[in-house]
């Protein structure tokens, strides 16, 4: 976790409903939504939590209209190259 980020909302003692934002693809590895790489609500990019075309607001439409059960999971990834070098749990500098 970064010094700008004290939470993680994916812990689960945060006790938060977490879901997919990393984006889909369809059969042939074609995208069909975007994923989030950016940590602002709307971006010029269109990649951000609630710009269209997004797998988090897809994600977000459904658990805000009683849908919470066909949200996409939420998949973790493992340290990030900072993590691994910073000495975040897990990571190459903690052991």
């Known amino acids: 976790?970064?010094?700008?980020?004290?939470?993680?909302?994916?812990?689960?003692?945060?006790n938060a409903t977490t879901f997919g934002v990393d984006g889909t693809v369809d059969a042939e590895g074609g995208p069909l939504l975007t994923g989030v790489k950016d940590h602002g609500v709307h971006t010029t990019a269109g990649n951000g939590y609630l710009d269209p075309n997004t797998e988090s607001l897809q994600n977000v439409a459904l658990a805000t209209t009683g849908q919470g059960d066909a949200v996409s999971?939420?998949?973790?990834?493992?340290p990030t190259p900072v993590e691994i070098f910073s000495g975040a749990?897990?990571?190459l500098a903690s052991r």
């Open 1 to 14: 976790m970064s010094s700008d980020h004290h939470v993680d909302p994916t812990d689960p003692d945060f």
């Open 73 to 78: 999971p939420y998949l973790p990834k493992g």
């Open 89 to 91: 749990p897990g990571g």
